[in-house]
């Protein structure tokens, strides 16, 4: 799925790996932020897909019980 947490981890890891081999102060710092950035929104995606899961299973629920 595009924009899958797994896919926001593997930008996470691409922009640390830049960070450490940059020269530039300024530039580590750029690109761990951008990390850190890429990590905090794979896990935002988690806890909408997980809220998203548990409201399915709400409106599944009345129909559970009248079935």
């Known amino acids: 799925m595009p924009g899958s947490p797994?896919?926001?981890?593997?930008?996470a890891l691409v922009?640390?790996?830049i960070?450490?081999?940059s020269a530039s102060?300024?530039?580590r710092e750029h690109f761990a932020d951008l990390s850190r950035t890429w990590l905090r929104l794979a896990g935002d995606l988690e806890s909408g897909e997980a809220l998203i899961?548990?409201?399915d299973d709400l409106e599944l629920e009345?129909?559970?019980r009248a079935g």
Request: some cysteine; proline content about 10%.
């Open 15 to 17: 922009c640390m790996q």
């Open 62 to 64: 009345p129909e559970k």
């Open 53 to 55: 899961d548990l409201l």
């Open 25 to 27: 102060p300024e530039a």
């Open 6 to 11: 797994s896919e926001c981890r593997r930008h």
């Open 19 to 21: 960070s450490d081999a």
